[in-house]
Structure formats: structure tokens, C-alpha cells
């Protein structure tokens, strides 16, 4: 069972059909215990950084989701999900995140970039990706302003090209996570969903 965290800020009801299109069984919550039990947690997210960390907060899910994550439970961000797994975000002020890796969120930095990046874009996937098992170059569905910048070498960053190179998807362990939306990226989110589902 894969628990998706409802933490009020979401593309929940999209996450769940494209799981369940893939048959991967899943239940949105917010509920402690039924994360505890889960096999695998994703964390999705729509919206801005601070309000994101806001609802954690007084859902008392943090503790949990760190806990779990320590644990070694296999954890999938998406979009807001994936930044909120870092230490910071410069969106509407320097914000702390779970600070479970290490990097920052940033803005776009290039002036003649259109932002936010919404669309389709191209991804360049690194070798021994096991979120990509199967995937080559592969188009994605981003919509976001802000980025990742990290300096660990231990992850295993997927890039993208807007304007400049970006890392907008990591792999560490048992944790993943992807700036764009697998659940919008049609059969290519389809299979990268069911490779964090058989892992």
C-alpha cells in the first residue's frame, strides 16, 4: 500500500487515478498510523513552499514523514513534494524544509525565461537511474518556478534545460523524487510511477 500524504496542497485525486490505472494499490492520507503501516509514501504537492511546511506543521506530520523516510521506507516527491525534501526554499522568503537532503530551492534566474516553466520538457537521464529503469530521453510535464541547486555528489540527479541546466529529479537511497508530474507526463509518468511501485 503506498500512502499519498494529504498535507492540503496536492494533485491528489491525479495521483491516486494514475496509480490505480497502473494497479498500485493507494490511499490518500493525512492519517498517522496509516502511514506508519504503508509500504512506500509519496509526497505530492501544488503550491507555495511556506504554506506547504505551514500545513505539515500543524497537520504534526513531520516528525512522521522523517521518521519513516530514516527508516528506510521508500519515499516519492513530486513537484512542491520534492523540493519540501531539502534543506531550504527562497520562495516568498528563506524557508526551512524536512531537511532529509541536502540542497536549496531557487527561482529561475535567467530574465528571458518565461516563469513559471509550464509544458513539456526533455529530461537527460543518468545511467543506473532506477526511477528511469527503462526510459530514455524521455518529455515531461513541468509547472514550477523554482528549482533545486545541491552540491552532494552521493545523489543521482536527472537534468532538464530551461534556459540553463537544472536537476529536476533526484535519486538517494531509498528516496526519489521528481520536479515535474508523473501523474500529467502520460505513458512516461505511467512508467516512472510503476518503477518507484516495484522497487
Not at 7 to 17: A, E, T
Not at 36 to 51: R, S, T
Not at 120 to 131: C, R
Request: with cysteine; proline share 3%; net charge positive.
Amino acid at each position: 500500500m503506498i500512502a499519498i500524504i494529504d498535507y492540503k496542497l496536492g494533485n491528489l485525486g491525479s495521483i491516486k487515478n494514475a496509480l490505480d490505472a497502473i494497479n498500485l494499490k493507494s490511499v490518500i492520507t493525512s492519517d498517522i498510523n496509516v502511514i506508519k503501516k504503508a509500504n512506500k509514501i509519496i509526497l505530492p504537492g501544488v503550491g507555495a513552499f511556506k504554506k506547504a511546511m505551514d500545513n505539515l506543521f500543524e497537520l504534526n506530520l513531520i516528525e512522521t514523514i522523517v521518521n519513516e523516510i530514516k527508516k528506510g521506507k521508500p519515499v516519492l516527491g513530486i513537484c512542491l513534494g520534492m523540493q519540501l525534501l531539502f534543506s531550504s526554499s527562497e520562495e516568498h522568503g528563506l524557508t526551512n524544509g524536512l531537511n532529509i537532503l541536502d540542497g536549496r530551492i531557487v527561482r529561475f534566474k535567467n530574465n528571458s525565461l518565461k516563469i513559471p516553466h509550464v509544458g513539456w520538457n526533455d529530461l537527460i537521464i543518468p545511467s543506473g537511474s532506477k526511477l528511469f529503469r527503462g526510459l530514455n530521453n524521455s518529455y515531461v510535464y513541468f509547472v514550477h518556478s523554482y528549482h533545486l541547486i545541491t552540491d552532494n555528489k552521493k545523489y543521482l540527479l536527472t537534468d532538464s534545460i530551461y534556459g540553463y541546466k537544472f536537476a529536476c529529479a533526484v535519486e538517494y537511497k531509498n528516496i526519489f523524487a521528481t520536479q515535474f508530474h508523473p501523474e500529467k507526463s502520460g505513458s512516461v509518468g505511467l512508467k516512472i510511477l510503476k518503477n518507484f511501485g516495484d522497487l
